[in-house]
T-cell receptor
Framework: AQKVTQAQTEISVVEKEDVTLDCVYETRDTTYYLFWYKQPPSGELVFLIRRNSFDEQNEISGRYSWNFQKSTSSFNFTITASQVVDSAVYFCALSERGGFKTIFGAGTRLFVKA | DAGVTQSPTHLIKTRGQQVTLRCSPK?????VSWYQQALGQGPQFIFQ???????QRGNFPDRFSGHQFPNYSSELNVNALLLGDSALYLCASSLGPQGGDTQYFGPGTRLTVL
């Protein structure tokens, strides 16, 4: 069965701090896809990254970086030098090659204080 | 390039009524998925439409039904509304129905059932 766990319900940091959002997943499929989405107060889910199970290379995009480790079934997301505009709920999600649906974690609410 | 659009933005209904929500996919996308997001939770998959057919359904009762039109737009219908149906309903579109296809979300419809 598919499952995504985001153990951190809320995180509060001060601007310019680095912050890591944890994501642990479960799947029986050998081919699967992991995603991160951002949901600002407006409510719209914004796509951040997609990673397939065969690509464990870490990725950096500006202040964002992702660490994918199949050995621990984790796909963690780090924001470097956080800014107030980073305040949002962040969701980790999983889909399997043979399926059509995407399973979301419960989300981590990030507060960045000025 | 138009993104995913949804209408209406907000809706208030009473128990027992029926509601129809609408979604237009991102330009070039042919697949639409619907999600329900209760307050403080992650999105839950309702169903997906591709080639005007329902491809997969999540754990939602038959009160939830949908349709996809030849222009790829979609409707979500909910009959016999319950208080527990109050949520943000998100539509997502993708280029293809497979699990690895990245989904792009609309702004959502906030449904309140009184």
């Amino acid at each position: 069965a598919q499952k995504v766990t985001q153990a951190q319900t809320e995180i509060s940091v001060v601007e310019k701090e680095d912050v890591t959002l944890d994501c642990v997943y479960e799947t029986r499929d050998t081919t699967y896809y992991l995603f991160w989405y951002k949901q600002p107060p407006s409510g719209e889910l914004v796509f951040l990254i997609r990673r397939n199970s065969f690509d464990e290379q870490n990725e950096i995009s500006g202040r964002y970086s992702w660490n994918f480790q199949k050995s621990t079934s984790s796909f963690n997301f780090t924001i470097t030098a956080s800014q107030v505009v980073d305040s949002a709920v962040y969701f980790c999600a999983l889909s399997e090659r043979g399926g059509f649906k995407t399973i979301f974690g419960a989300g981590t609410r990030l507060f960045v204080k000025a | 390039d138009a993104g995913v659009t949804q209408s209406p933005t907000h809706l208030i209904k009473t128990r027992g009524q029926q509601v129809t929500l609408r979604c237009s996919p991102k330009s070039g996308h042919d697949t639409v998925s619907w999600y329900q997001q209760a307050l403080g939770q992650g999105p839950q998959f309702i169903f997906q439409y591709y080639e005007e057919e329902e491809r997969q359904r999540g754990n939602f009762p038959d009160r939830f039904s949908g349709h996809q039109f030849p222009n790829y737009s979609s409707e979500l219908n909910v009959n016999a509304l319950l208080l527990g149906d109050s949520a943000l309903y998100l539509c997502a579109s993708s280029l293809g129905p497979q699990g690895g296809d990245t989904q792009y979300f609309g702004p959502g419809t906030r449904l309140t059932v009184l």
